[in-house]
């Protein structure tokens, strides 16, 4: 498994800044919650949105990348994914215009829900047909 960990890492990265763009507002007063602060509140949703999906879909694309899938394809989920969490935190976190990235961000990162659930079904369905066939 060499793919996934470098995703993951990139990723990581990504989560480690956004969590530093809600820690700034934590120390300059703002504790708990988001004080009605609507910066704040984006910053607080676009780090809270990261840590609901990216899990998941690496989650996929590490199962994928045991199966074997072509090292072109989970290049392809990984670097969307990249692409959209990119677009999605920037939005949220950085702009006060945020239709565009917020928009792709999600879709893409919908679609990589949809593909990477269809991919795993398959490859179960596929390993479960193979090992009736060898029984």
Not at 72 to 77: C, D, E
Request: hydrophobic share 55%; aromatic share 12%; proline share 2%.
């Amino acid at each position: 498994m060499i793919i996934t960990p470098l995703y993951a890492g990139l990723l990581s990265l990504l989560f480690l800044l956004l969590s530093i763009r809600v820690v700034k507002f934590r120390v300059e007063g703002i504790s708990f919650g988001d004080g009605g602060n609507p910066v704040l509140l984006r910053r607080i949703r676009a780090h809270g949105n990261f840590s609901e999906y990216v899990p998941l879909i690496l989650l996929m694309i590490g199962v994928l990348e045991l199966s074997h899938f072509s090292a072109w394809l989970l290049h392809a989920l990984g670097l969307t994914l990249l692409v959209a969490r990119l677009l999605h935190g920037y939005s949220l976190a950085f702009t006060e215009s945020f239709k565009f990235g917020r928009f792709w961000g999600t879709a893409l990162t919908f679609g990589l829900l949809l593909v990477c659930g269809v991919l795993c079904v398959y490859q179960a369905v596929h390993a479960q047909l193979l090992l009736v066939q060898a029984g």
